[in-house]
């Protein structure tokens, strides 16, 4: 088990990629659909969501992928979120109380406050970032966008999406 992880890990640190955060209070499949109406490429919705364990809880992540043909790269759309409630009991005055919290949990933890990631393969490195940024800004559902710099990334294992 341990050389499949360091094979994971190898792979990944070779593999060039462009990371883009992206802040909008949308559902993400409405992302992927405005994404896909202003930047004219075809983002769908994988088989499967990327699903990870967080103790007891197991939280899935819905991932889109797009292939550009023209430029060889493969790109995602992944939700950073992931919301669950939790249910909790309190004795307060001798009575017993019990209420439900919304907790989320985030696919790459040192970014709470990006709801998704957009992660562009680039073996080439001929892409350029600052274009899909500024055409990402001009959807209107997105306040904010902006590169991450992979190399800070304390799990780029939670990216491995190939």
């Known amino acids: 088990m341990a050389k499949h992880k360091t094979l994971l890990m190898n792979d990944f640190e070779t593999s060039n990629f462009k990371l883009i955060g992206i ?3 949308i559902e993400a499949y409405k992302l992927a659909f405005l994404i896909n109406k202003h930047l004219t490429i075809n983002f769908e919705r994988m088989s499967n969501d990327l699903d990870f364990k967080f103790g007891d809880i197991k939280a ?3 991932i889109f992928h797009y292939y550009d043909q023209d430029w060889d790269a493969k790109s995602y759309l992944i939700s950073n979120v ?3 409630e939790e249910q909790e009991s309190r004795t307060a ?3 017993f109380d019990t209420y439900r919290e919304e ?12 709801d998704f990631l957009m992660k562009i393969n680039d073996d080439l490195d001929i892409f ?3 274009i899909t940024i500024d055409d990402l800004l001009k959807i209107k559902q997105i306040s904010t966008a902006f590169q991450i710099d992979q190399n800070k990334l304390k799990h780029p294992e939670n990216l491995i999406l190939d």
């Open 23 to 25: 802040h909008a209070s």
């Open 60 to 62: 899935n992540f819905p």
């Open 128 to 130: 350029d970032i600052k």
């Open 93 to 95: 005055n001798g009575l």
């Open 103 to 114: 907790r989320i949990k985030n696919l790459i933890p040192e970014y709470p406050k990006v």
């Open 82 to 84: 992931f919301r669950y």
